[in-house]
Every structure is written in structure tokens, then in C-alpha cells.
């Protein structure tokens, strides 16, 4: 069981390297997920991944328990995505040819008509606001938990519920907008 | 296309559940790791120099300083005031001569007295400064 204690005993013990070889299966997909969620990127995303867990490695000595070890890094996350953001111009869309590829090779699919239904998605999804949007793809990501994502946006549990619901209604609308249309 | 919110939800989790790093991600960061003690150093050191180099710099210019604060007190407003009490020195000494003689003579002990303690004085005072100043750091 991977715990705050029991990794500051390994940064204590000099043994950085298998504190951060715990760190990663527990939140590699996670701060994965978070970058990808503000960048739309999968290549800039894993880019920021390993620099957020570079800055952990660096910073562990330096962490004093006052939050918890995962506030910590989504915070490292959040604040290495946002500047990714900045130096990154223009942005790239969960649309783009190589996004939509790289998500179908993660995700094969079984039938064109479910492709062509979740390529609509992936178009809906990446009109959403940003917020709507972050909490959406990382909600579906974490295995639905609102507590989760709360603590990765440094968000309230309920405004996570309320974005989540507003962009689950906005999704459901515009997609029987499509079918009705189509 | 018809998504009722449980396909919705299907179509959702497929697209971003399975979200996740290249297969080789763990391995060229725990290369980076590998390498980064010696990156650490290296800026480390460097920052040192840097910082030692500013320093330097610092105490250089206070130094610098006090040179030319002392420089600056030369003049031609200090030159000028310096001859004109020279001038008038000698101009009045013939007069004051004879009463100068008389005090030196009853005072000479008390005046050579107050002058050395005066010039002790100022190394003293001079210390005092120095101390009260923010100090040169030169370690």
C-alpha cells in the first residue's frame, strides 16, 4: 500500500528513484489525463507528464506533508500544463487527424457506425467550455469519480457534479440535434 | 445517431478510459532521472559561481565606492574654499600671532591632548560606521 509516510521514508532513505518508481503506476495516467485534458495533445501532454514527475523527483525532499502527496502533484500538474499551455500556440483540437488516430488506436473499435458515432462525440466534446470539457474527459477517464477529479482540478465535489452534469446535458442535446438531422 | 445517456456514457469511457503514455514512457523517464544528478550538479555549481561572481561584484563596487565618494569631495568648490582659508590664515596670522603664541604656550599641553584624542577618535568612529552599514560579504 503506497502511502505519504512510507515514501518520505524512501526520500529520507536517498532512495528518490523507488519513490518515484511507486508514484508512477499510482498517477502517471492520471497527471497524463490532466495535461491532455488542458492541452489536447497527447505528444505535448507526455511531455509535461514526464516534466511534472522530473519536478516531483526534484522537489521530494522538499515536500512537507502539509497537503497530501497527490494534491501535490496534480498541483505540480496543473501548474505545468498551464504553462505548456501559454508557450503553446496554436492549439491543437481533440479533432485533429493525428488526435482522432491516436485515440482510435487506444480505444479499436468494432463497427464504422460506432466509429463515426464517437468521432461525432470527440467533436462535441472538444466544443464543450474548457472547464466542462477537463471535467468530462477526466471523469470517463477516472472511472467516474467525482472525488477524484475534484481533487485533480482543485475544484469543490460539487462543482465538479454541476459541470459534469451541465456538460453530460449539453452532450445529450447536441447529439440528438445530429441524429434528428441526420 | 441516437445516444440515450447510457451510450452516451459507453461512447465516453471508450473514448478517454483507455487514455494513457507511450509503453516506453517509464523507461526514458527513469533514463532522465538516471542522468539528472549530474545535470543537478553541474547547475548547482553553476549557480554557485554565479552567485560568488555577484558578490564579488558587490564588494567590489562598495569599495569602489568609498573611493569615489572621497574623490568627489576634490573640487573646484572645495579647492576654491581650501585657498581662500589659506589665504586668509596667512593674511590674519601677523595679528593673531603674538595671542596665538600666549595661548599655545598656556593651552599647548590641553589643545596636543584633544588632538590625539581626536585622532584616535576617528578610526573609532570610522569602525562604528562600517559596523552600523549593511556588511560586505565576501563568503
Given at each position: 500500500m503506497l502511502t505519504d509516510a512510507g515514501l518520505m521514508e524512501l526520500v529520507r532513505a536517498e532512495r528518490r528513484d523507488e519513490a518515484i518508481a511507486l508514484l508512477l503506476p499510482a498517477f502517471r495516467r492520471r497527471v497524463f489525463g490532466l495535461a491532455y485534458s488542458f492541452l489536447r495533445d497527447r505528444e505535448a501532454a507526455e511531455d509535461v507528464t514526464q516534466e511534472v514527475f522530473i519536478k516531483v523527483w526534484r522537489a521530494l525532499p522538499g515536500f512537507d506533508g502539509r497537503a497530501s502527496m497527490s494534491t501535490w502533484i496534480y498541483t505540480i500538474a496543473r501548474n505545468a500544463s498551464l504553462s505548456a499551455l501559454r508557450a503553446q500556440r496554436p492549439q491543437s483540437s481533440l479533432t485533429d487527424p493525428e488526435v482522432m488516430e491516436a485515440v482510435e488506436s487506444i480505444n479499436p473499435v468494432p463497427s464504422a457506425d460506432v466509429l463515426v458515432d464517437r468521432a461525432a462525440i470527440l467533436r462535441l466534446v472538444d466544443q464543450l467550455p474548457t472547464k466542462q470539457r477537463q471535467v468530462i474527459m477526466l471523469f470517463y477517464m477516472e472511472e467516474q469519480s467525482h472525488e477524484e477529479v475534484a481533487t485533480m482540478l482543485a475544484m469543490p465535489v460539487g462543482t465538479v457534479k454541476t459541470l459534469l452534469h451541465r456538460a453530460r446535458a449539453r452532450l445529450s442535446a447536441a447529439a440528438g440535434k445530429m441524429s434528428a438531422t441526420a | 445517431m441516437s445516444t440515450p445517456d447510457s451510450e452516451l456514457d459507453q461512447h465516453l469511457q471508450a473514448l478517454f478510459a483507455g487514455l494513457d503514455t507511450a509503453a516506453d514512457f517509464d523507461a526514458r523517464l527513469m533514463a532522465r532521472l538516471r542522468a539528472e544528478p549530474q545535470t543537478d550538479a553541474t547547475e548547482r555549481a553553476m549557480r554557485a559561481r554565479q552567485q560568488e561572481r555577484a558578490r564579488y561584484r558587490r564588494a567590489v563596487s562598495e569599495l569602489q565606492s568609498w573611493r569615489r565618494s572621497m574623490l568627489s569631495l576634490l573640487t573646484l568648490d572645495t579647492l576654491g574654499l581650501a585657498l581662500l582659508l589659506i589665504v586668509a590664515a596667512i593674511t590674519t596670522?601677523?595679528?593673531?600671532?603674538?595671542?596665538?603664541?600666549?595661548?599655545?604656550?598656556?593651552?599647548?599641553?590641553?589643545?596636543?591632548?584633544?588632538?590625539?584624542?581626536?585622532?584616535?577618535?576617528?578610526?573609532?568612529?570610522?569602525?562604528?560606521?562600517?559596523?552600523t552599514r549593511r556588511p560586505i560579504r565576501l563568503l
Open positions: - | 596670522w601677523p595679528r593673531l600671532g603674538r595671542d596665538a603664541m600666549d595661548i599655545s604656550h598656556q593651552y599647548g599641553p590641553y589643545i596636543l591632548i584633544s588632538l590625539g584624542i581626536l585622532i584616535a577618535a576617528v578610526p573609532l568612529l570610522g569602525m562604528w560606521a562600517e559596523q
